[in-house]
C-alpha cells in the first residue's frame, strides 16, 4: 500500500494568493483528518471528515480556510486568501472505525510558507 | 474536553539507558491513550494504543507504555534507548469510540552515544 499520499510537499506563496494542498488516503480508510503542524501550536486538528462528511469542523481557524472531500479517495484542503501566519507543515491523515480507533495514517506533510 | 499534557520539551538520555516519557491526560469518561512518533521532515506514525485490560501496553521498536487510572498518566518507556530512538513523540488522547484524537505538544527525545 502507498500510504496517505500528500501534494505538493512544498509550497512557497505569496500573502493573498490562494493555496491548494490535496490528499489522497489509504484505499478502504473511511475516516480523513487533516491537521496543521507549527512550532507555536504544535498539532492542531483542523477538520475530520468520516464516510467523506465532514464531522467536525471546529479546528478551522476561519472562513479563509475551506476543505473538501468529494469522494472516499481524494481531499483538499483550501486557503484564500493565503497569509504569512498560515505558514505551517499541514498533515492529512486516515484511519479506519471499530477497533482501529485512532490508529491514524500521516502522510508526509505539506510545508506551506507564505511570504 | 480532552486534552494530554507533556511536561518536558526534551528529554536526554545516554544510549543504552532506560529512556522514558512522561504523559497526563484529562478526559470525562473512558480514554483511548496513544503514542506516536515523528522523525524528522516526515509525518506521525503510531507506536502504541491502551483500549483496556492490561495496563502495560508493548508496541513498535521495543517501546511500552503503562496506563495508571489513578494518577491519569500514561508514560513511554524503552528499558534501553538506542541513537536511532532520537526523535519527537507525541501522547494523544480519544473519548471511547471516538477517532478525534487530541495531541500533546510533543516531547524531543535526544539520544547520546
Not at chain 1, 489509504?26 to 475516516?31: C, D, T
Not at chain 2, 512522561?22 to 491513550?33: A, D, I, R, W
Amino acid at each position: 500500500d502507498a500510504g496517505v499520499i500528500q501534494s505538493p510537499r512544498h509550497e512557497v506563496t505569496e500573502m493573498g494568493q490562494e493555496v491548494t494542498l490535496r490528499c489522497k488516503p489509504i484505499s478502504g480508510h473511511n475516516s480523513l483528518f487533516w491537521y496543521r503542524q507549527t512550532m507555536m501550536r504544535g498539532l492542531e486538528l483542523l477538520i475530520y471528515f468520516n464516510n467523506n462528511v465532514p464531522i467536525d469542523d471546529s479546528g478551522m481557524p476561519e472562513d479563509r480556510f475551506s476543505a473538501k472531500m468529494p469522494n472516499a479517495s481524494f481531499s483538499t484542503l483550501k486557503i484564500q486568501p493565503s497569509e504569512p501566519r498560515d505558514s505551517a507543515v499541514y498533515f492529512c491523515a486516515s484511519s479506519t472505525d471499530g477497533t482501529n480507533t485512532g490508529e491514524l495514517f500521516f502522510g508526509e506533510g505539506s510545508r506551506l510558507t507564505v511570504l | 474536553a480532552q486534552s494530554v499534557a507533556q511536561p518536558e520539551d526534551q528529554v536526554n538520555v545516554a544510549e543504552g539507558n532506560p529512556l522514558t516519557v512522561k504523559c497526563t491526560y484529562s478526559v470525562s469518561g473512558n480514554p483511548y491513550l496513544f503514542w506516536y512518533v515523528q522523525y524528522p521532515n516526515r509525518g506521525l506514525q503510531f507506536l502504541l494504543k491502551y483500549i483496556t485490560g492490561d495496563n502495560l501496553v508493548k508496541g513498535s521498536y521495543g517501546f511500552e507504555a503503562e496506563f495508571n487510572k489513578s494518577q491519569t498518566s500514561f508514560h513511554l518507556k524503552k528499558p534501553s534507548a538506542l541513537v536511532s530512538d532520537s526523535a519527537l513523540y507525541f501522547c494523544a488522547v480519544a473519548l471511547y469510540g471516538n477517532n478525534r484524537l487530541a495531541f500533546g505538544k510533543g516531547n524531543q527525545v535526544v539520544v547520546i552515544p
